[in-house]
């Protein structure tokens, strides 16, 4: 009998590539940012815009939020590369935000919160 010792050494090898994201633990870093901001279908606008439906959404454009003029003259189209460098620092993505937020520096944890947040429909129903 072969061992399997090298197969799952290479396996182990060559996993180095993308980290899976863990919508459990964006769920958990999503508690920093709950106090200003919602999501789901009973979400509302807060100290914060709603989020449900954040990408793909123009940045600014959330009905009955009262947006920084810095914000909705951005241009920024919400995706997964500009919230990320968006929730590292915003004041430096956005000069002018009304977001007084430290950021997050953690490349997994802003992927984990990223999958957490796209669960999120724009009618804040979750998607399969």
Known sequence: ??????????????????VAQD????????????????VGETAKNGVGPQL??????????????????ANRNSGITWDDAIFADYIKDPRAKIPGTK????????EQEIRDLTAF????????????
């Open 1 to 18: 009998m072969k061992s399997v010792w090298p197969a799952l050494a290479f396996l182990a090898l060559s996993s180095t590539g993308a």
């Open 23 to 38: 919508i459990s633990a964006g769920e958990r870093s999503w508690n920093k940012c709950r106090a200003c901001h919602q």
């Open 52 to 69: 449900n439906g954040l990408f793909g959404r123009h940045s600014g454009a959330v009905d009955g939020y009262s947006y920084s003029a």
């Open 99 to 106: 977001m007084v937020f430290a950021g997050i520096k953690n």
């Open 117 to 128: 947040l796209k669960q999120f429909a724009t009618d804040g129903k979750k998607g399969s």
